[in-house]
């Protein structure tokens, strides 16, 4: 067919390699893809397993961050989301509903929190909050309309590790699934499937994108039928992730296992350094021998990680100003970066909460949370060091 200039402009042609193939994963950036028949067309229709045809409900670049997370964390079939909150509301929203009961550890994530409150205040759904302490609070929460578990690996700030295995066996009845929020772990520390959880959650916001550019968010299911459950709400919620974000993510994945040894070597060092600096009053680290979950720790994980946090004795006042005081770290709210990032919660992430809530989840007035870079640990330890001098 002989056409126009105009048209041409329009219908570039589509360039497939013959004879090679990429050695990264090539960039999807077009939400649609044709087909020449109707009835193939049509069946792209019946679900995630058919051919791509439009990008919420599967491209090949987010598929290849699916496939790469869930190989990672030894699922069967994962899903990637628009942020880590994405993946969350897909997961819980597609599991729950009016007049089922959760289980939850109460030192979640600050939007998983709100979520399963506003589930238990406007949707119905009745929510239990547990320490993860201690699997016989898990057995005496359940109800016979208990759907799900919701744990994270390492909690945030405190990192509290909870017995992942202990308390997955405390709820283990037929119709009820384990979610685990592996952010803070990445599947290089911890696989929570192993542990018999049967949804993993992640922010690929944080350690698997690990460059403070992308927002993303993944659910790796243990069944290929959790994953079709979950596609089926999630493609109406609308929370898909973007091929230029999920390709990020990947790019970013290359170096996850160099970057999470580096960070957990560093955090590590700076555990013990800050242990022994007298304006600092006590250090959570999960690394430390003296951590309260050390030995579940070195039963689960296979490194510390890349995040702690520790209280300094000069209260919210000394935790302002430290925060303040810092030149190499990065004063902002994230984890996971190939940056040092600080965050002084009691007068952020968690500014809400009085003095008695602050305690009830085991922060204090000056905690600072440290989410450690992959910069030399002597250039970390420089800058702390300075900065703790103003607060001492
Ligand atoms: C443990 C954890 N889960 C989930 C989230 C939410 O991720 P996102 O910001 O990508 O929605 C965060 C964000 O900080 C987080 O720390």
Redesign the pocket.
């Known amino acids: 067919m002989s056409l126009h200039r105009e048209t041409r402009t329009v219908h570039t042609p589509v360039q497939q390699p013959v004879g090679s193939k990429p050695l990264s994963v090539p960039i999807y950036q077009g939400h649609m893809f044709t087909f020449d028949g109707a009835d193939e067309l049509a069946a792209a229709f019946d679900g995630p397993e058919g051919a791509y045809f439009y990008s919420r409900l599967g491209n090949p670049t987010v598929r290849a961050l699916e496939e790469a997370v869930a190989d990672l964390e030894g699922g069967t079939a994962g899903l990637a989301f628009a942020?880590?909150?994405?993946?969350?509301s897909a997961v819980l929203l597609g599991h729950v509903r009016s007049g089922d009961h959760v289980i939850a550890q109460h030192c979640?994530?600050?939007?998983?929190y709100s979520t399963l409150c506003d589930l238990s205040e406007r949707w119905g759904v009745e929510v239990t909050f547990v320490s993860g302490d201690d699997p016989a609070e898990v057995r005496e929460a359940l109800r016979p309309t208990t759907k799900l578990l919701y744990l994270?690996t390492i909690?945030?700030p405190t990192t509290q590790v909870v017995d992942l295995p202990a308390l997955i066996r405390a709820a283990d009845r037929p119709g009820l699934i384990s979610v685990v929020?592996n952010?803070?772990a990445t599947p290089l520390l911890c696989r929570p499937l192993e542990h018999g959880a049967d949804v993993v959650?992640?922010?690929?916001?944080?350690f698997l994108g690990g460059h403070s550019d992308v927002?993303?968010?993944v659910a790796v299911f243990a069944s290929a039928e959790a994953r079709r459950r979950i596609w089926d709400h999630a493609i109406d919620l609308g929370a898909s992730a973007d091929p230029f974000a999920a390709w990020l993510t990947v790019r970013g994945m290359q170096t996850l296992a160099l970057r999470v040894e580096r960070q957990s070597v560093n955090a590590l060092f700076l555990a013990e350094r800050l242990a022994g600096h007298p304006a600092v009053s006590h250090v959570n680290y999960p690394g430390l021998a003296g951590h309260p979950n050390h030995a579940i720790a070195q039963r689960l994980l296979t490194a510390g990680g890349g995040v702690l946090s520790f209280d300094l004795a000069g209260g919210r006042e000394a935790g302002r100003t430290f925060v303040e005081a810092v030149r190499l770290c990065a004063l902002t709210?994230?984890?996971g970066s190939v940056h040092t990032l600080v965050l002084h919660p009691a007068s952020t992430s968690h500014r809400q909460l009085d003095a008695a809530s602050l305690a009830a989840a085991s922060i204090g007035e000056g905690t600072i949370r440290l989410a450690v870079g992959i910069e030399h640990r002597d250039d970390l330890w420089d800058d702390i060091e300075q900065a703790l001098a103003k607060v001492t």
């Open positions: 942020s880590g909150m994405g993946a969350i979640v994530y600050g939007g998983t994270e909690a945030n929020d952010t803070f959650v992640h922010s690929a916001t944080k927002l993303g968010g709210g994230s984890l």
